[in-house]
C-alpha cells in the first residue's frame, strides 16, 4: 500500500505539476492581455460560475460520492455490473447537467445579476459599471457549457482514477491551459473586446478535454452507452451521498463565489487582484493537496470495504503527514514571497507595480489558510469514503456561516483583503471541525509520530523562512531589475529555502521510513 501511495501520489503531482505550470503561464498571457480591469474582471467573473459549478457538481460532490461506489462495484470483480452502473450514472447525469446548461445559457443575464449584484445595480440605475453587467452575461453564454463537457471529464477522470489509471485526468487540464492560451494568442487580439475571445477558448477547452478522455475509457473497456436510470440502486445510493455533499465538500468554493458577490461592490480590480492571488494558491494546493486526496480517495474506499479500520487510519495519517511536509513551506514561501512572485509572473502590459501591491496583500491573506484548505482535502475523504456524507454538512454549514460573519467584518475594514482573511478563517474553522469529528468518532487522531513529525517541520519552516527573509531584497529593488534578474534572485531564494528546510529536517531526524503508510 505504501509503494502504490507514494508511486500514485508521485504520478499525480508529476501531471498536476505540467498542468499547473501551464495555468501560470496561461495567467501571464491573460494578466499581458488585460491586466486587473474592468475587462478583466468581467471576464473572471464569468469563468469563476461555470468553475463554481464544476467544482461544485463535478470534481466535488459528485466525484466524493461516486468513487465509494464505484469501489464497490469494482470490488465485485464482476466487470458487467460496473459498466451498468456507469452506463446509468452517465445517462442520468448526462440528463439533468444538460438541462442545467440549458438553463444557465438562457438565464446569464439574472444569474450575472445574483452574483454580481454591484454590477447590476449599477446597470439598472445607468452608472459607470453598467457595461460591465451587460458583457459579463454575454460571456456567461459562451461559457457556461464548459460545465457540460468537464462535468464528464470529471465522470471520466473517477472511473480512471478509481482503476489506477491517475496520469490521464491529472494531464487532461493541461488542454484548457492550451486552448486558453491559444485564445488569448490568436483569437482575442483580432476583437474588439478580447475577453469574449478568452470566453471561446474556455469553451473549447472544455471540449478538448472531454474528447481526450474518451480513448482511454475506451481501452479500459468502459466507454459504455449512457441510459437514463433515476432508480437504478447504485444512482439511488449515488445521488443519496452526493446532495448532502454538494454542500460539505464546496464549502471553500461557495466562500469564494461570496467574495465575487461582495467585491462587485468594491473598486474596479478587486475581482482580479482576488483571481491573482487566489490563482497562485492553487498552484502548491492542486500540486499536493489535490493530488494526495485523489490518490487516498480510492485507497480509503477500499479500505472501508475491506473493514480494515487500522488501515484506514494509517492512510489517513499518511496523507496528513504529507499535507504538512509540502504545504507548510509553501505556505511560508508564499507567504515571504508574494510580491517577487506576483512580478515575474504578472507584471508586464497592463499589469503593473500598483496591481502587484495589490493582489500581494491578498494573496498573502489567502496564503495563511493553505495548510487548512489543504487539510480539508484530505480530511474530507475520511467521511466520504466511509459514505458519510452528512457530518461534513453540518461542518460546512457552521464554515460557511462563520465565512459571512468574518467577511462582514474584514471587507468593512481592509476591503478586498478582508475577502481573504475571511476565507482563510473560515477553513481553519472547517479543517478543525473535520478533524474534531473524525476524533470523536474514533475513526482518526493524530498519532504521536506526526505530532513528532509536525514539531521537526516547524522549526525547519521557521529556518527556511528566516533565511528567505534575510536575503530578499526590498520591493524597490526588486522594481529596478529586469525580468531575468528577477527570475534567477526568486529562483535562487526558492533553492536556498528548499535546501535549508531539507537539510534542517534530516539534522532534526527525519528519516525516509516515516513516511511511508502502513499496510
Known sequence: ?????????????????????????????????????????????????????????????????????????????????????IAYVSGTLGVLVTAVTLIGVIA?????????????????????????????SLI??????????ITFVALAGSILNTLGRFAVSSFTPVFLNIAMISAAIWISPNMAQPEIGLGIGVFLGGLVQFAFQLPFLYREGMLVRPKWGWSHPGVVKIRTLMIPALFGVSVSQINLLLDTFIASFLATGSISWLYYSDRLLEFPLGLFGIAIATVILPALSRKHVEQSSGHFASTMDWGVRMVLLLG???????IVLAKPMLMVLFMRGEFGTDDVMAASMSLIAYSCGLLNFMLIKVLAPGYYARQDTKTPVRYGIIAMASNMVFNLIFAYFYGYVGLAMATALSAL????????????????????????????????????????????????????????????????????????????????????????AEG
Not at 461555470?50 to 460520492?65: D, H, K, T
Not at 445574483?114 to 459579463?136: I, N, R
Not at 507548510?328 to 508564499?334: R, S, T
Open 140 to 149: 456567461l453564454k459562451i461559457t457556461f457549457p464548459y460545465l457540460w463537457f
Open 328 to 334: 507548510a513551506p509553501a505556505m511560508i514561501g508564499m
Open 429 to 516: 474553522v472547517n479543517a478543525g471541525l473535520l478533524y474534531r469529528g473524525l476524533h470523536k468518532q474514533g475513526v482518526y487522531r493524530i498519532s504521536r509520530e506526526t505530532m513528532i513529525f509536525t514539531l521537526r517541520l516547524l522549526v525547519s519552516v521557521v529556518l527556511m523562512g528566516t533565511l528567505i527573509y534575510h536575503f530578499m531584497p526590498a520591493f524597490t529593488e526588486w522594481v529596478d531589475m529586469g525580468l531575468w534578474a528577477r527570475v534567477y534572485t526568486l529562483a535562487g531564494l526558492i533553492a536556498a529555502g528548499a535546501v535549508t528546510y531539507l537539510v534542517s529536517l534530516v539534522v532534526l531526524g527525519l528519516r525516509p521510513h516515516q513516511l511511508r
Open 1 to 85: 500500500m505504501s509503494k502504490r501511495l507514494l508511486r500514485s501520489g508521485l504520478i499525480v503531482s508529476s501531471m498536476t505539476m505540467i498542468s499547473r505550470v501551464m495555468g501560470l503561464v496561461r495567467d501571464v498571457v491573460i494578466a499581458n492581455l488585460m491586466g486587473a480591469g474592468a475587462a478583466a474582471d468581467v471576464f473572471f467573473f464569468a469563468n469563476k460560475i461555470p468553475n463554481f459549478l464544476r467544482r461544485l457538481f463535478a470534481e466535488g460532490a459528485f466525484s466524493q460520492a461516486f468513487v465509494p461506489v464505484l469501489a464497490e462495484y469494482n470490488a465485485s470483480d464482476d466487470k458487467s455490473q460496473t459498466r451498468e452502473l
Open 108 to 136: 446569464s443575464p439574472v444569474i450575472t445579476a445574483l452574483f454580481g449584484m454591484g454590477w447590476f445595480v449599477d446597470w439598472l440605475e445607468g452608472g459607470p459599471s453598467a457595461h460591465k453587467f451587460e458583457l459579463a
